[in-house]
Each structure stands twice: as structure tokens, then as C-alpha cells.
């Protein structure tokens, strides 16, 4: 591929048994106001007729990975391309037309970002509804959730400069199915992450979702994520070993590991255990906001109802949450508050 203009953008797309979305996708890509310098899909040894269906855009630069995962295939798609800016979309997800003009925009503006995200909509049948009521872009700090949520929504929000990426050893394969997290999370601890305020990015939700499919691991998906966390808290601790936050978030990640003995106490129906761990985790837990307190739940929550349809999720988590309620230690007022404040809210699937 020739060499690009200094402010091209690249448009990197894993597929894997993508057929039923991957030319919508695609479309959405080709009608962006700003038109991508290169588009690249890379294949991951798909065995429906997604491939097939790519073939058919001569726009398309279509290659095949010879190993295994979406982290691996958006490394190559990465290594591949020429251009300045690298924008990551799933097979599965669409672009209001204004998406890569916005982010690109806003990385133009910001010199000292290395990395721009927009706001994403989950939609199911119905089209996405995207939001520019709200404009300008703020700053965002993935690490005020850690580790339990970041508060990023997958790779399609995304426009990152590409330099960094090889900076920070591009997308952690040995991750695959939490690679977004500790990206962002390896982005921030460099440059503050540019957040803009539009929803330019609808994120599709079905029953087959990387996320919903890792989350089916119950209990081992929280130690997965345990993994990725201590991962990307070493590499910040590499950069600065002298960072004041570093001990917070060490007793935050033994938090992490707490809830995951809670899940699968909970799972097990072992009340003696339920009450041990919701102590613990009220201990550890004692100084962290109600807001950072919800989302530790919907860690739970993920981990115990890897479920995409909202209503049944709401409905599955009122009566295991309401029925947790009466077990849980009445030692841990914090913790008990926050799985109150959770039965009736409509979930966040994404």
C-alpha cells in the first residue's frame, strides 16, 4: 500500500461468521462524509459466506488471519495499513455518517490526545438512535472505574493515532474478548483519553456477542478479567512505579478477585460464603464512591446473567438480586444498598 497523507484514516474490521451484519457494516463505512483512506478486512478463518459478501466491495482491502482471535486480526489489519489514524469497527456494529470526521477532527484539535472515543447506542432489530444534542468533547479517565467497568464501549468508538498503538505494543492477544479494556486502559495511562459528547456509534446486541459468550464463563470470566486487570496495572506501574494511585488500585483488584469467589458462591447457593465475601468486599470496598459501587454490581451482574435481552435480564436479576438481599451481611450496609438501587433499573446490556 502507498504511502498516505499525513491525516488519512484507516478503517480496520475483524470478521468472523459475520454474514448476517458485515455488509451493513460495510456500508455504513463507505457512506462516512469523511471517506477512509483504506479499509481493511481481515478474515479469521470464517466459515460462513461473510468472506464471500466482502469480496464483492473493490473498496475493501479483504486479507485472511492465519491465526486466531480479533485482537490477532486487528493487529494485522493495523500492521498492514499506511495511514495516520486507525479506526477499529466490529463486523456487527454501524457509523452515523459523521462518526470518522468528528473523531478525526477532534484528534486534529487536541495534539496532546493520543486517542479520541464517541458514545455508543446498543440497538437490537430496531436502527440505532445516534445523539448530537449534546456537542465538544471532554476528557475521560477509563481508570476511575478500574476494574471492574471503564466505561468504553468496545473498539468502534474509537479513532486512535497509529504510532501509538506500536507504542504500546498494539492489541493484547492473549486478551481476545477483553483486548478493548486494557487497550483503553493502556492508552490512558500514557495521554488523557478525548471523549466526544456525540453518539456517533450504534453497537449492536445479539445472542452472539464476544461479550455475552465470555460472560457465560460466570465466576472464570471474572478471573479472565482479573487477568486482563493485573495486566494493565503492571504496565502502568512500569511507566511510573512512583504513581500515588498505584495502591488503590491494587486493593481494588483484590476486590475484583472477592467478587469473583462472591459469584460463584452466589451461584452455588452457599449462604455461609455469600456473607463472608460481602463482608470483604464492603472492607475493601469502604471508600469508593455509590457511582463506582454500581458499577462493581454490574460486574456481578455480567458475570452471573450473560443474557442480551434486557427484559429477561431485569427480570432474572430482580429475583436473584431480591432473594440476595435476605442472606446478605448486615455488616456491609454500602454494598447491600448498591444491589438495592439495582433491582427495577433497566439494564445496560452493552
Given at each position: 500500500?502507498?504511502?498516505?497523507?499525513?491525516?488519512?484514516?484507516?478503517?480496520?474490521?475483524?470478521?468472523?461468521?459475520?454474514?448476517?451484519?458485515?455488509?451493513e457494516t460495510i456500508k455504513s463505512v463507505l457512506s462516512q462524509s469523511l471517506k477512509p483512506d483504506e479499509?481493511?478486512?481481515?478474515?479469521?478463518?470464517?466459515?460462513?459466506?461473510?468472506?464471500?459478501?466482502?469480496?464483492?466491495?473493490?473498496?475493501?482491502?479483504?486479507?485472511?488471519?492465519?491465526?486466531?482471535?480479533?485482537?490477532?486480526?486487528?493487529?494485522?489489519?493495523?500492521?498492514?495499513?499506511?495511514?495516520?489514524?486507525?479506526?477499529?469497527?466490529?463486523?456487527?456494529?454501524?457509523?452515523?455518517?459523521?462518526?470518522?470526521?468528528?473523531?478525526?477532527?477532534?484528534?486534529?484539535?487536541?495534539?496532546?490526545?493520543?486517542?479520541?472515543?464517541?458514545?455508543?447506542?446498543?440497538?437490537?432489530?430496531?436502527?440505532?438512535?445516534?445523539?448530537?444534542?449534546?456537542?465538544?468533547?471532554?476528557?475521560?479517565?477509563?481508570?476511575?472505574?478500574?476494574?471492574?467497568?471503564?466505561?468504553?464501549?468496545?473498539?468502534?468508538?474509537?479513532?486512535?493515532?497509529?504510532?501509538?498503538?506500536?507504542?504500546?505494543?498494539?492489541?493484547?492477544?492473549?486478551?481476545?474478548?477483553?483486548?478493548?479494556?486494557?487497550?483503553?486502559?493502556?492508552?490512558?495511562?500514557?495521554?488523557?483519553?478525548?471523549?466526544?459528547?456525540?453518539?456517533?456509534?450504534?453497537?449492536?446486541?445479539?445472542?452472539?456477542?464476544?461479550?455475552?459468550?465470555?460472560?457465560?464463563?460466570?465466576?472464570?470470566?471474572?478471573?479472565?478479567?482479573?487477568?486482563?486487570?493485573?495486566?494493565?496495572?503492571?504496565?502502568?506501574?512500569?511507566?511510573?512505579?512512583?504513581?500515588?494511585?498505584?495502591?488503590?488500585?491494587?486493593?481494588?483488584?483484590?476486590?475484583?478477585?472477592t467478587l469473583q469467589h462472591l459469584t460463584h458462591s452466589i451461584a452455588e447457593q452457599d449462604h455461609k460464603?455469600?456473607?463472608?465475601?460481602?463482608?470483604?468486599?464492603?472492607?475493601?470496598?469502604?471508600?469508593?464512591?455509590?457511582?463506582?459501587?454500581?458499577?462493581?454490581?454490574?460486574?456481578?451482574?455480567?458475570?452471573?446473567?450473560?443474557?442480551?435481552?434486557?427484559?429477561?435480564?431485569?427480570?432474572?436479576?430482580?429475583?436473584?438480586?431480591?432473594?440476595?438481599?435476605?442472606?446478605?451481611?448486615?455488616?456491609?450496609?454500602?454494598?447491600?444498598?448498591?444491589?438495592?438501587?439495582?433491582?427495577?433499573?433497566?439494564?445496560?446490556?452493552?
Open positions: 500500500m502507498k504511502e498516505k497523507s499525513k491525516n488519512s484514516v484507516a478503517v480496520i474490521i475483524p470478521l468472523y461468521n459475520g454474514a448476517p451484519w458485515i455488509e479499509i481493511i478486512v481481515v478474515d479469521d478463518n470464517s466459515t460462513d459466506e461473510g468472506y464471500e459478501i466482502v469480496k464483492k466491495y473493490k473498496e475493501v482491502t479483504l486479507v485472511k488471519n492465519e491465526g486466531k482471535g480479533s485482537s490477532m486480526s486487528r493487529n494485522l489489519g493495523t500492521k498492514l495499513s499506511k495511514s495516520r489514524f486507525i479506526a477499529f469497527l466490529d463486523q456487527d456494529d454501524l457509523w452515523h455518517p459523521s462518526h470518522l470526521r468528528l473523531l478525526r477532527n477532534a484528534l486534529l484539535d487536541n495534539s496532546e490526545s493520543n486517542s479520541v472515543i464517541a458514545i455508543a447506542n446498543s440497538f437490537e432489530k430496531n436502527p440505532p438512535k445516534y445523539d448530537f444534542t449534546t456537542k465538544g468533547c471532554t476528557y475521560f479517565d477509563p481508570w476511575t472505574r478500574y476494574p471492574f467497568t471503564i466505561g468504553v464501549e468496545g473498539p468502534s468508538v474509537a479513532l486512535i493515532r497509529r504510532e501509538i498503538l506500536f507504542d504500546i505494543g498494539l492489541w493484547e492477544e492473549k486478551s481476545t474478548g477483553m483486548g478493548d479494556a486494557i487497550l483503553f486502559l493502556k492508552l490512558s495511562s500514557q495521554k488523557p483519553l478525548l471523549k466526544l459528547q456525540s453518539c456517533t456509534v450504534g453497537k449492536r446486541v445479539h445472542a452472539g456477542s464476544q461479550w455475552i459468550a465470555i460472560r457465560d464463563w460466570g465466576a472464570k470470566y471474572l478471573n479472565f478479567r482479573h487477568q486482563v486487570m493485573r495486566s494493565a496495572l503492571d504496565f502502568r506501574t512500569n511507566i511510573n512505579s512512583n504513581d500515588p494511585f498505584l495502591p488503590e488500585f491494587e486493593l481494588k483488584l483484590k476486590a475484583l478477585k460464603n455469600v456473607v463472608e465475601y460481602a463482608n470483604l468486599l464492603e472492607t475493601q470496598l469502604s471508600n469508593v464512591t455509590d457511582t463506582y459501587m454500581a458499577h462493581v454490581f454490574y460486574c456481578l451482574m455480567g458475570a452471573l446473567f450473560p443474557i442480551h435481552d434486557s427484559e429477561k435480564l431485569k427480570i432474572e436479576r430482580d429475583h436473584v438480586f431480591t432473594e440476595l438481599l435476605k442472606i446478605w451481611s448486615d455488616e456491609a450496609p454500602k454494598t447491600k444498598m448498591a444491589i438495592q438501587n439495582l433491582i427495577g433499573e433497566k439494564p445496560l446490556v452493552s
